[in-house]
């Protein structure tokens, strides 16, 4: 019996390592899956695909294990969430980086928690701590180091695709206050399969619109798009999301709010490894900057 509880202590000593482990691999590692999804999948049509998918899935499994159905409000609030954080930020981080390095694009989504204290002031009054304030001003300087000179990142680089990253921060950060004040459903997961739901239809929706339907057929998807899709769905979607909101429950919000910050290293590393992304010493150098902001800010940003 001493045996049994030291055993099941040992392994529950090890979930929040793993959960962590996760969220950081695995939502690290889906701005090179975006990337190579993209590559002969239009970037609204490939977005919309992999959250209907995912959503539905989830959805569906969550409700045969019991879950009760969202009442219409709840839906409403949750879709407004998805189209803030799923069309507004994930779907514009998609179409930006046919033009942006995955590398920086999870920088620059990395600044979300910067935009969310500066709503947060602006719309609240709410006063940053002197630790959150230093993190908003390096944040902004490491972001303006990209905006004004985005040749330095890359070669493939453009204005219109760092601005356009910028807008999906903006969306993202806007989605993330909404959803901490609406009437959502109860069960955090239920709650983002249906985001994903509502988000998918929209960003195809958007996809028709957007002309991404025009000339597209499945027989043209490469097979590395295929397995980036399969890994943005199934890793990306439903493991890393899972194992977040299972840590929300059972692991410090300081310990959580980490991969903010390890995210955006893991994807300049992957990109390097696997894509082959270079950069230059200035775009070093913002990248750590902007990593440093996000740590301040993320440590800092709860107390006056």
């Known amino acids: 019996m001493v045996r049994e509880q030291a055993g099941g202590q040992g392994r529950e000593r090890y979930r929040v390592p793993l959960a962590l482990a996760a969220v950081y691999l695995f939502w690290g590692g889906t701005y090179l899956g975006m990337k190579y999804a993209i590559q002969t999948i239009p970037p609204f049509l490939m977005a919309g695909l992999r959250f209907c998918v995912a959503g539905w899935i989830l959805y569906a499994v969550l409700r045969l294990k019991g879950e009760k159905r969202p009442t219409g409000a709840q839906l409403k609030n949750a879709g407004i969430v998805g189209a803030l954080l799923l069309v507004g930020g994930n779907g514009i981080v998609a179409m930006a980086e046919q033009t942006v390095p995955s590398s920086i694009a999870s920088l620059l989504v990395a600044t979300v928690p910067l935009w969310i204290t500066l709503i947060q002031f602006i719309t609240e009054r709410k006063k940053p701590s002197v630790g959150t304030a230093v993190g908003i001003v390096l944040g902004l300087c490491g972001i303006a180091a990209l905006v004004w000179n985005p040749g330095a990142a890359s070669q493939t680089v453009n204005l219109l695709g760092i601005l356009a990253l910028l807008l999906a921060t903006l969306s993202w950060s806007a989605g993330s206050l909404y959803s901490a004040k609406a009437n959502m459903p ?32 499945f027989a043209q998807v490469s097979g590395s798009s295929w397995l980036a899709m399969g890994y943005l769905i199934l890793f990306g979607s439903l493991t890393g999301f899972t194992a977040f909101v299972w840590l929300l429950k059972n692991a410090e919000p300081s310990v959580v709010a980490t991969y903010a910050y390890v995210n955006p290293v893991v994807a300049i590393l992957l990109g390097w490894l696997i894509a082959g992304e270079r950069h230059g010493v200035n775009a070093l150098i913002a990248a750590a900057v902007i990593i440093v902001s996000v740590v301040l800010i993320t440590r800092y940003r709860d107390r006056t």
Do not use: R
């Open 186 to 217: 109860h069960s955090p997961l239920l709650s983002t399969s249906v985001q994903m739901i509502v988000g998918g239809t929209l960003l195809l929706i958007l996809a028709a619109f957007h002309g991404d339907f025009q000339g597209f057929s």
